[in-house]
């Protein structure tokens, strides 16, 4: 069955490291996402892709960035992690939609602490 | 840009009880409404959607409603039960080429047996 995985489901990193989280989909979606999950602020877009080597920036995309070279993976790097990055990332895909939007499918998420 | 409120943060129902989520949304544009429910330690996943077409969905025991003039939609859950409990989040977006979803802050419910 086609699906999307994250990698790895926990991390703990040092403040100022750079930290990369994984995202790989076998649905051969188009669109994929970087949310973050934070208590009182429900899910909010960090980067997005509509197709390999098309990037953009979310709402909270600063110390974040990500790149496309495949259709299946979407790398989060973090640049120098902080204490403010401490969060739970997810990761979603979707197909292309051009006259309809089309459902998300999300990963199990990748909790990351930052000591 | 777009911005979606959801009230409560938290709500307690007793098992049988019905349960209301409600949201609204500010860009008049959006035409696209998914909810979704996320159980403890996974990721969202998709219940019920409404496009801005429709004044009423429901599937089940789930049904979701659309105002358009007041730009607010809700969750209707009736009969609950135990594992309904869960975190559910309300979203709009706009059709059209591409998409980007923004999410409402979500809504802890805890069905008590």
């Known amino acids: 069955d086609a699906e999307i995985t994250q990698s790895p489901r926990h991390k703990i990193t040092e403040t100022g490291r750079q930290v990369t989280l994984a995202c790989h989909q076998t649905w051969n979606h188009n669109n994929m996402f970087w949310y973050r999950q934070d208590l009182g602020h429900g899910l909010r877009l960090i980067h997005y892709s509509y197709g390999v080597h098309d990037t953009n920036k979310g709402e909270v995309s600063d110390g974040y960035s990500v790149s496309r070279s495949n259709t299946e993976d979407l790398p989060l790097t973090l640049e120098s992690a902080a204490s403010s990055q401490t969060s739970v990332y997810f990761c979603?895909?979707?197909?292309?939609?051009?006259?309809?939007?089309?459902?998300?499918?999300f990963g199990q998420g990748t909790r990351l602490t930052v000591v | 840009g777009e911005n979606v409120e959801q009230h409560p943060s938290t709500l307690s129902v007793q098992e049988g009880d019905s349960a209301v989520i409600k949201c609204t949304y500010s860009?008049?544009?959006?035409?696209?409404f998914p909810w979704y429910k996320q159980e403890l330690g996974k990721g969202p996943q998709l219940i019920i959607d409404?496009?801005?077409?429709?004044g009423e969905k429901k599937d089940q025991r789930i049904a979701v409603t659309l105002n358009k003039t007041a730009k607010h939609f809700s969750l209707h859950i009736t009969e609950t039960q135990p594992e309904d409990s869960a975190v559910y989040f309300c979203a709009a977006s706009k059709t059209g080429g591409y998409q980007k979803v923004t999410f409402g802050t979500g809504t802890k419910l805890q069905v008590i047996p």
């Open positions: 409404i496009r801005s077409n429709v």
């Open positions: 860009d008049s544009a959006s035409n696209y």
């Open positions: 979603a895909s979707s197909e292309l939609g051009r006259t309809s939007n089309t459902e998300a499918f």
